[in-house]
Structure formats: structure tokens, C-alpha cells
Nanobody, 123 residues
Framework: QVQLVESGGGLVQAGGSLRLSCAASGRTFSRYNMGWFRQAPGKEREFVAA????????RYPDSVKGRFTISRDNAKNTMYLQMNSLKPEDTAVYYCAAGLIWLTRLWEEYSYWGQGTQVTVSS
């Protein structure tokens, strides 16, 4: 089992930046592909970013490409999401996820999820 704990959410102004963290348990962190998803009220869960186990490959949807950067530090068992140029449309609960499928955009193909952290971007 893998336990994921997210932190770093909060309230920021449009155009600002925020860095989310996801701390993972265990000694097998580098085996897992990691991802970020978000969900706003009344909307479906949306893929945000994914990163390979060694951190060498990443994937983003067009909605965040160029603004968000996913990274990981396997020595610290931690994954990050750097969010720049934030827009009100980025407001959502953000979830980190872990799985063994290469850079998948499908939430159902991940095996573990964190509890979520709220990101609110004011107009």
C-alpha cells in the first residue's frame, strides 16, 4: 500500500503562483508513475499532469501546458506541482495519484490517491 499526503493549497490572486507537494510513504516511490488531477464543483475530474518514475518524462493537457510543471524528488519521496500564471478557472481540489501505468491521463488507471488540497484563484 502507498499513502499519499498533499499540501500547499491555498488562496492566490490571478496571475500568481503556488507550489503543491505530495509526500509518499514507503521505499518503492521511484517505481511509480505519479499524476495530478483536479475537480471543481459540478465538473468532472480533470487530468493535470503526469511524471515517470525516474522523472525523465512528463505529460500535460493543453489547458495547463506552459504554466504548470510537475517534478519529483525520489530521495525525499515527494512529488511537486509548480503552478504559475494561475487563472480563476484553475480553482479546484487538486489530488495526487500513484500508479504503474506509463503517464496515463485516466484516473481509473491509478492505484492510489491523496486526500486532496483546495486551490482557489481569485479574479
Amino acid at each position: 500500500q502507498v499513502q499519499l499526503v498533499e499540501s500547499g493549497g491555498g488562496l492566490v490572486q490571478a496571475g500568481g503562483s503556488l507550489r503543491l507537494s505530495c509526500a509518499a510513504s514507503g521505499r518503492t516511490f521511484s517505481r511509480y508513475n505519479m499524476g495530478w488531477f483536479r475537480q471543481a464543483p459540478g465538473k468532472e475530474r480533470e487530468f493535470v499532469a503526469a511524471i515517470s518514475g525516474d522523472g525523465s518524462s512528463t505529460r500535460y493537457p493543453d489547458s495547463v501546458k506552459g504554466r504548470f510543471t510537475i517534478s519529483r524528488d525520489n530521495a525525499k519521496n515527494t512529488m511537486y506541482l509548480q503552478m504559475n500564471s494561475l487563472k480563476p478557472e484553475d480553482t479546484a481540489v487538486y489530488y495526487c495519484a500513484a500508479g504503474l501505468i506509463w503517464l496515463t491521463r485516466l484516473w481509473e488507471e491509478y492505484s492510489y490517491w491523496g486526500q486532496g488540497t483546495q486551490v482557489t484563484v481569485s479574479s
